[in-house]
């Protein structure tokens, strides 16, 4: 997958996230260095993937981004201006970003049909207030993510895992941002499901133009959506590159590792895959 050279979109530069100890007793617990220096920067139309373990800092970086976490050092600009702070610029920003969470069941209102979650993005950040243009619009978005205008009717507890992941989608896609933040997106649905999304994420960025910034801890899926991919160890970014060459001729050994442990349907090559993860286990992965 390749990308034209466009305008950036999201900078980060040496971000620093920090978490304060919690303080027990007459002790203060050491703070919690979750991301120290990381620096990467998204495209216009491009998904940047971002991969690592559970506990690396991936999802901070993403809250941040959303502005949900507070940054200790370091910025976040999008497209060149820092993240705004009063209310009326963060509905601005609101409408470029969005974010896909890995589970639509927490992040969808079960008490609210599918078609009031959608409409709801339309009414404050698009600021429409015409009923039948807010159907219609919902309507083209559930089209767009390949669900029946039906699904309106319908409650999240009533759609399956990848159907309620599609309503997501559709309600991200609603205020017609520049960028949504994918935060580990597929890894709770399965197999099948998670190439059909996937699929889908890819069909929706050729037809729309929309960037993603995808946070995932799976090479292979993060290699088949993105153009460049960025490894993250320990809150660090210990490789970054074009994903292709990424995941096809890892430098780092931390990456080396993260591709050791993605099993394949060959017991041969699996084989030869423990071997090769033995190996890179026995290597060290600081910066």
Do not use: W
């Not at 099948?192 to 999304?197: E, G, L, M, N, Y």
Request: net charge positive; charged share 25%; hydrophobic share 40%.
């Amino acid at each position: 997958m390749t990308v034209n050279p466009r305008e950036r979109l999201l900078a980060v530069h040496d971000l620093h996230i920090v978490y304060p100890g919690r303080r027990r007793l007459l002790r203060k617990a050491p703070d919690n260095h979750a991301v120290a220096g990381v620096t990467f920067s998204v495209a216009e139309g491009e998904t940047f993937g971002l991969v690592g373990e559970s506990g690396s800092g991936k999802s901070t970086i993403g809250r941040a981004i959303l502005g949900l976490t507070s940054v200790a050092a370091g910025s976040i600009t999008f497209r060149g201006r820092p993240l705004p702070r009063d209310r009326h610029g963060l509905q601005g920003y609101r409408r470029s970003v969005q974010a896909v969470f890995q589970d639509p069941l927490s992040s969808l209102n079960p008490s609210m049909p599918v078609g009031g979650a959608i409409a709801e993005p339309l009414r404050r950040l698009r600021e429409l207030s015409d009923r039948r243009e807010i159907e219609r619009e919902i309507c083209a978005l559930l089209e767009a993510v390949g669900l029946p205008a039906e699904t309106r009717h319908r409650y999240p507890s009533q759609l399956s895992g990848g159907q309620r992941q599609r309503v997501a989608i559709a309600r991200a896609l609603a205020p017609r941002p520049e960028l949504i933040v994918c935060d580990e997106a597929v890894s709770a649905l399965d197999v099948s499901t998670q190439a059909q999304i996937v699929n889908l994420f890819a069909d929706l960025q050729a037809e729309l133009g929309v960037a993603y910034l995808f946070i995932a801890h799976d090479l292979g899926v993060v290699r088949h959506l993105s153009h460049r991919t960025g490894v993250l160890s320990r809150g660090e970014m210990v490789e970054q590159g074009k994903a292709r060459e990424v995941h096809d001729q890892p430098q780092h050994p931390y990456t080396q590792q993260l591709l050791a442990a993605v099993p394949i349907p060959d017991p041969v090559r699996q084989a030869e895959r423990r071997i090769a993860r033995r190996a890179a286990n026995a290597a060290p992965v600081s910066g």
